[in-house]
């Protein structure tokens, strides 16, 4: 792991990637990274695993509190709504991690070929100590960033290559169930691709059902089940999340982002942002302002 954070962190300082989520040239590869604690961030993310190289993060699930640290990697198997927060975090020792989105249809391919047992179901959030095949995988692709003839030819190999050995770890057991081509969660997964898609439109429940191949009653238990959340709650949080990150990252107005995310009222929008974030929105923005302040 020593090797592996070397590499994240010569490749975040030389892109200048030195505080939040930085983007590789490989898709669904991240870097994270913080010089100081956070507050507390509310997302939808999408399947994946975060390898933690540096520092200490918690990630809350309805009333499940994850504590990992470095060594560790959190797995999310399911499109659930979390809060995290990085708890450990200096200028001199900052916190910082590596992502990488699961993808479902290379599960599927790979779990046909080491075809096992159907695994029992689990939590869609789980923490184990990093494996040294996964660690070893991550780094050489991470090795390849700065070198695009080669990552171009390679980075199919090492992603795989990553997938593989997530299959074969002690994660398995939560990602073989992804790669089950007729598993609920697999159906419902077509339906949320559609929500993050089109969440600032009206979408019926009988679209989304069908996308999913299931009757109306049935994706809706089904939804409820793999997410914690109904359809239409999942989309609203969509919306406020980015509501959100417009008037946080881009000064967006309330109104301006009430509009850009969907919502009609802008007085339904206020209420909806304050049950959610616990404060309405202007006084949100002005927190985060101060809190910047302060840093600085």
């Known amino acids: 792991m020593d090797s592996l954070l070397d590499a994240v962190t010569r490749y975040t300082e030389a892109h ?3 505080e939040g989520v930085g ?11 913080a010089v100081a604690p956070s507050g507390l961030a509310h997302s939808i993310p999408r399947p994946l695993v975060c390898l933690i190289l540096q520092g200490t993060k918690h990630v809350t699930l309805g ?4 504590i990992f640290n470095a060594g560790d990697s959190l797995l999310i198997t399911g499109d ?3 809060t995290s927060q990085i708890t450990a975090a200096t200028l001199v020792k900052p916190y910082l991690a590596l992502t990488l989105e699961l993808d ?3 599960i599927a391919e790979l779990t046909e070929q080491i075809a096992d047992s159907v695994p029992e179901e689990e939590s869609p959030i789980r923490v184990i100590s990093t494996e040294r095949e996964v660690a070893d995988a991550a780094l050489r ?3 390849l960033l700065d070198r695009p003839d080669a990552l171009a030819v390679l980075q199919a190999q090492l992603v795989r290559e990553m997938h593989y050995w997530l299959l074969q770890g002690k994660h398995s057991p939560a990602i073989r169930r992804l790669g089950l081509n007729h598993a609920p969660a697999r159906r419902i997964a077509r339906a949320v691709a559609v929500l993050r898609r089109e969440y600032t439109q009206k979408l019926r429940m009988e679209k989304l059902a069908d996308v999913a191949g299931m009757s109306p009653s049935s994706f809706y238990q089904h939804f409820r089940r793999a997410t914690s959340l109904s359809p239409l709650q999942f989309q609203k949080q969509l919306r406020l999340i980015e509501a959100r990150r417009l008037m946080h990252g881009q000064a967006a107005t309330a109104s301006r982002a009430a ?6 009222s802008v007085p339904q929008f206020t209420r909806d942002y304050a049950r959610f974030f616990g404060t309405p929105p202007a006084r949100d923005v002005r927190a985060a302002r101060q809190d910047q302040a302060v840093s600085a």
């Open 16 to 18: 200048g990637l030195l």
């Open 23 to 33: 983007v590789t040239p490989v898709a669904g590869l991240t870097t994270v990274r």
């Open 63 to 66: 009333h499940q509190t994850f």
């Open 80 to 82: 659930v709504p979390t």
């Open 104 to 106: 479902l249809a290379l």
């Open 141 to 143: 692709l991470v090795q």
């Open 259 to 264: 509009f850009a995310v969907g919502y009609e």
